[in-house]
């Protein structure tokens, strides 16, 4: 680790690739559901890319000055294989802390996508080489490139407290983080309710659907 003048740096996570495989190919809404209290997850991150992308890998942090992104820069030398840059920008859409430039570089390390808690810009590079994105937003302005900054330190991005080594599942919906030694244990809880959704999607099909714990619900609030 290094720490001087506000630059941070910690060394690079390690989470088995085992266990993102585990929750790779998951919706982001049934591993939010599955960690319980329904309160896992972004808010206003929204994916840049229009195709349907999804991404799941290792978080590799950083935490930057709203609308600088020196640090950003640091951290993408540090990229491999599997990894989800997740960008603390303090959710500052001023100016673009990535773009074309920076998400070809981190797709020739192996990255498999953004999260940035603030503005990129090249939007349409991002459908174009289907790079997956998700942001606060979209701002043409360049960034500062003075710091401070630090890498590899727990983030805050929509909302979403995020580790070093997390791992990060992206959909459509949004961004969940998943401490690696509970990917066992998501990954039983949200096949187990995979399967009770298909069994319900089959029962709304064949027209036999029903819900009785509405009417228990309300009736148990003193209603009905």
């Known amino acids: 680790m290094s720490y001087m003048n506000g630059f941070e740096i910690h060394p690079h996570p ?22 319980g209290g329904r309160l896992v997850g972004s808010s206003d991150l929204r994916p840049v890319h229009r195709s349907v992308l999804s991404a799941c890998g290792q978080a590799v942090t950083v935490k930057v000055r ?40 981190a797709r020739k390390r192996g ?11 090249d939007a349409d590079s991002f459908e174009t080489h ?21 890498i590899n330190v727990p983030v ?31 990954a039983v809880k949200a096949q187990e309710k995979v399967d009770a959704e298909v069994a319900t999607l089959k029962a709304i099909a064949a027209g036999t659907y029903t819900a009785p714990w509405v009417d228990e619900t309300i009736k148990a609030k003193g209603g009905l």
Not at 25 to 33: C, L, N, P
Not at 71 to 77: D, V
């Open 66 to 105: 709203g609308g600088d992104n020196l640090m950003i820069h640091k951290a993408l030398a540090t990229l491999t294989t599997g990894d989800v840059l997740v960008i603390d920008g303090e959710g500052d859409v001023s100016r673009a802390l990535v773009g074309e430039i920076m998400s070809s570089v």
């Open 130 to 150: 289907r790079f997956p994105c998700w942001a606060r937003g979209v701002n043409l302005r360049g960034p500062y490139k003075d710091g401070p900054g630090s």
């Open 14 to 35: 390690t989470t088995p690739a085992s266990a993102v495989q585990l929750l790779s190919g998951y919706a982001t809404s049934i591993v939010s559901d599955v960690m």
């Open 111 to 121: 990255t498999v996508a953004f999260v940035v808690d603030g503005a990129v810009r």
């Open 156 to 186: 805050v991005v929509g909302g979403l407290l995020v580790n070093p080594g997390d791992i990060i599942l992206c959909d459509g919906d949004g961004v969940v983080a998943i401490p690696p030694d509970k990917a066992a244990q998501v």
